[in-house]
């Protein structure tokens, strides 16, 4: 019996470098992509984390790595207390029931040549669990868990919208009750209206079968509905981590300060100060020295652009790493 107390999963000081190879008949490296760089992270049994950034931040190969799709560079990765960091294809089978992920393109992650119900069976399938029998009986239940009707088993994908589709893959995910799901922008390819629809979706199945998820997005305002806490990543590192109402009330990154001034206040006679980023995102392949983010930051010093800021508390479960910290308690 796991320690409820404990975390369900612990990453630290994971790395992800992919190499740049140049050469015909005998390829060297020139250079690394610094795609995940050092990061830290608890995830707590029954927790929502939500992990955010601007599209090539690390978020996605952070959470690839999580479930180990990529091995890692270096850095350690424990799920309920085992370490999986150097598992084998073979040796992390029997994990792939407890770890499971609902990938961001509905449209590309099912198999258009495979009806609905081989699809959500096939997890059930190739890890033997039930006959045949209890499998087409599970993947009705499943079906019907996720708001599809049973009568949907033997359509094709091509037969659903969007929003459905998006349901079979998170049914699929849910065939063998893992307790950690890894959603990877499992929204953002979708129309706004069935956005909330899957959300509530996810909460509700959370709530109902106690489940722990990674939700990966660059939306900030579709996470803080759902998150417990919001990790902040730029450039391959987390800057600011801190419970979802303490962000969004008391940002003290500038980073996440920008990233929240870009989110719609539905209220005409609220105003905000949008803040414009100048410059682009520097290249993973050369990262800035001192701190990420000190190029595009209007509030940086010397002292920025030579010493990398750790990621220190600054209040209960509110951490920054900035050498300029914003918003502080007196």
Do not use: W
């Not at 009707?149 to 349901?167: A, I, L, V």
């Not at 069935?194 to 509530?200: F, M, P, Y």
């Not at 996470?223 to 303490?246: C, F, N, Q, T």
């Not at 930051?297 to 508390?313: F, H, N, Q, S």
């Amino acid at each position: 019996m796991s320690d409820p107390a404990a975390p369900l999963m612990r990453a630290r000081g994971v790395r992800k470098y992919f190499p740049i190879k140049r050469g015909v008949v005998f390829q060297r490296e020139v250079a690394r992509v610094h795609a995940v760089d050092d990061v830290d992270l608890d995830l707590m049994p029954g927790e929502t984390v939500g992990l955010v950034g601007e599209s090539g931040c690390g978020k996605s190969t952070f959470g690839r790595c999580l479930i180990r799709l990529h091995d890692l560079t270096d850095g350690t990765i424990e799920f309920d207390g085992q370490d999986i960091s150097t598992l084998d294809r073979k040796q992390m089978r029997p994990l792939r029931r407890e770890i499971q992920m609902v990938f961001q393109d509905p449209y590309a992650s099912l198999n258009p040549r495979k009806r609905v119900g081989t699809i959500i069976g096939d997890p059930l399938r190739i890890h033997g669990v039930g006959a045949r029998g209890d499998v087409n009986k599970r993947v009705q239940e499943l079906l019907e868990l996720v708001g599809l009707s049973p009568e949907h088993y033997n359509r094709y994908p091509h037969e659903f919208s969007g929003g459905q589709r998006q349901r079979i893959g998170v049914a699929r995910a849910l065939a063998l009750s893992p307790r950690l799901i890894i959603a990877d922008e499992p929204v953002s390819a979708l129309d706004v209206s069935i956005q909330a629809q899957v959300v509530n979706l996810l909460s509700d199945l959370q709530d109902d079968l106690g489940l722990t998820y990674l939700f990966i997005a660059h939306d900030l305002s579709v996470v803080r509905h759902v998150s417990d806490r919001i990790a902040v990543m730029y450039l391959g590192k987390i800057v600011e981590l801190a419970p979802a109402e303490e962000l969004y009330d008391r940002p003290i990154h500038p980073y996440s300060e920008a990233l929240l001034s870009a989110v719609p206040v539905p209220d005409p006679d609220v105003e905000r100060e949008r803040i414009v980023l100048q410059g682009d995102v520097p290249s993973p392949i050369t990262p800035p020295s001192g701190c990420r983010f000190h190029p595009r930051c209007r509030y940086a010093t010397d002292i920025c652009t030579t010493t990398e800021p750790p990621l220190v508390k600054h209040a209960e479960q509110h951490l920054a790493a900035c050498h300029h910290p914003l918003n502080l308690r007196s």
